[in-house]
């Protein structure tokens, strides 16, 4: 079982759209209500691969409920800690000509300091029985930028590998309590630690600088078409999937997460894990819901998965 946290988690309303017009009138080839949230969206991709995940969260008001009952239908185990205000909504227009995703958010919880105790002693309660934890996501309101370290403190103390996926101030915050994964995507990458040069290399030298800074295990950056990078003290590797048409790739980067730490869990060296992550997060943006993903594209695409060792060398 692999354990997740949303501390800010959203009902996504996603609208498939053959191109995105300001002021036009638009079809919808497709919309549907799904999960939102990196952490929650980690755990769908999960149930897409035949795994367990507990999907540990702060939930508000009908949004809430709407969202605990979607996560009931893929077979996530949630636990929700309910607390004032509503869960967001979040409006995904979703482009299949150029792939394209805005993003369109609104409403949102109002947690207390006796909501983030209660979250934090079931964590600690159901990381002592998982192997690991993906922690993502941004912050709600009143949450503290420490409070991802306090997390990867305790999956620590009860024997939990965790992987750390924000940006900004909690992200450099919870790198120093020593995650066994960091992520970042190519643009929080530049939001967080400063521009990089233009180049792939040049961002694999950057992220090396980083692991050297926090004594990282594992750094992953997620690069859209350009595949994800994997930069450790010793060794940087880059794995790309083929192109795929894509019809939402949103939380395409929760479902590499997810791949990442359930290849890890089962004991695959950092390659495979990586070649695997590659091939989720591809075949994620063939579905309509959000980091939704079928273990057939999977499977078809695994095999074209390229790999670089040594990348920016």
């Known amino acids: ?47 897409g691969l035949g795994a367990a995940t507990t999907g540990l969260a702060l939930l508000g008001g009908d949004n809430g409920r709407k969202l605990l009952a979607i996560l009931g239908s893929y077979g996530i185990l949630p636990v929700p800690v309910w607390v004032a205000g509503e869960t967001r909504v979040c409006t995904v227009i979703a482009e299949t000509e150029t792939g394209a ?85 190519r643009e929080e990458f530049a939001a967080t630690f400063g521009a990089v040069g233009n180049t792939l290399a040049d961002l694999a030298a950057s ?3 980083v692991v050297a800074e926090y004594g990282l295990k594992i750094f992953l950056v997620t690069c859209g078409a350009d595949g994800i990078l994997a930069v ?41 894990a990586l070649r695997f992550a590659a091939a989720v997060g591809a075949a994620s943006v063939l579905t309509a819901a959000t980091a939704e993903c079928r273990l057939d594209d999977v499977k078809r695409i695994l095999p074209a998965v390229a790999l670089v060792q040594d990348f920016e060398r």
């Open 207 to 209: 992220a090396r600088q």
């Open 1 to 47: 079982m692999i354990l997740t946290l949303t501390l800010n988690s959203a009902l996504d309303q996603v609208l498939v759209v053959d191109r995105f017009v300001s002021g036009s009138d638009l079809p919808a080839r497709e919309a549907v209500w799904c999960v939102g949230g990196k952490g929650l969206d980690a755990s769908v991709a999960l149930r």
């Open 232 to 272: 450790t003290s010793t060794e940087s590797l880059l794995a790309r999937a083929p192109d795929q048409r894509a019809v939402n790739a949103a939380g395409a980067g929760d479902a590499v997460s997810a791949a990442f730490c359930l290849s890890l869990s089962q004991g695959a060296a950092l390659h495979e």
């Open 101 to 185: 995703v805005t993003h369109i958010k609104s409403g949102g919880i109002a947690p207390q300091a006796r909501d983030f105790a209660a979250l934090a002693a079931l964590f600690r309660l159901h990381a002592a029985h998982a192997p690991w934890t993906i922690i993502a996501g941004s912050l709600p309101p009143g949450a503290p930028a420490s409070v991802y370290a306090s997390y990867i403190q305790a999956a620590r103390e009860v024997g939990c590998q965790a992987l750390l996926d924000c940006s900004g101030e909690p992200f450099r915050l919870g790198i120093a309590a020593g995650p066994a994964v960091a992520k970042l995507n």
